[in-house]
């Protein structure tokens, strides 16, 4: 079956071009787009995990904390001063994860706000408070990407303030 035939002369040379080969070709990478773009394949489908019920209470409770937190990230990545609210504001994100850290210690959705929190408690000099979210993140969740890059932070820290710093602070 032809749908249809084009002739046409390159380089001096007739070439035909069949439409119904055309058309099974744009049909079959139309489809494997849709399969891409759906997620049809069952292996894909498997490899997505549901969310626990704690994990959506995580993630209820984390709204609030992160619209409080991304501003504050973001003017302190820009070096922006804080005022006196935005210091308040970073005190009650603080205190709020450190409650969820208390009532869900094993919920991965806490790892990339404590992990963004730690980030400005450093560039805010607050080394104590920085410290002790790397240090959840690193002794929790060891296997996480974020583990990784909080031990190098505890690293930096250590070196920056001396090892025994930490020591003294936690004797207090």
């Not at 894909?44 to 709204?63: I, N, P």
């Not at 308040?88 to 094993?106: H, I, W």
């Not at 031990?151 to 001396?162: A, D, F, S, T, Y």
């Amino acid at each position: 079956m032809q749908f249809y035939k084009t002739t046409y002369n390159r380089s001096k040379k007739n070439v035909q071009i069949g439409g119904c080969r055309v058309v099974q070709n744009l049909l079959i990478i139309f489809l494997l787009g849709i399969m891409c773009l759906t997620s049809l394949d069952p292996a894909m489908a498997a490899g997505k995990k549901k969310k626990s019920k704690a994990d959506q209470e995580v993630d209820k409770a984390l709204e609030p904390v992160m619209q409080e937190l991304t501003p504050l990230s973001q003017k302190s990545e820009a070096r922006g001063l804080f005022s006196p609210t935005d210091m308040s504001n970073a005190m009650d994100v603080k205190l709020q994860l450190l409650d969820l850290m208390k009532d869900y210690p094993t919920s991965e959705e806490l790892i990339k706000p404590s992990f963004q929190a730690a980030r400005l408690f450093k560039s805010r000099e607050m080394y104590d408070d920085a410290y002790d979210f790397f240090n959840f993140i690193q002794t929790s969740f060891p296997q996480s990407p974020y583990a990784a890059q909080a031990k190098v932070e505890i690293r930096h820290l250590k070196q920056q303030l001396g090892d025994n710093y930490f020591a003294e602070s936690a004797g207090k």
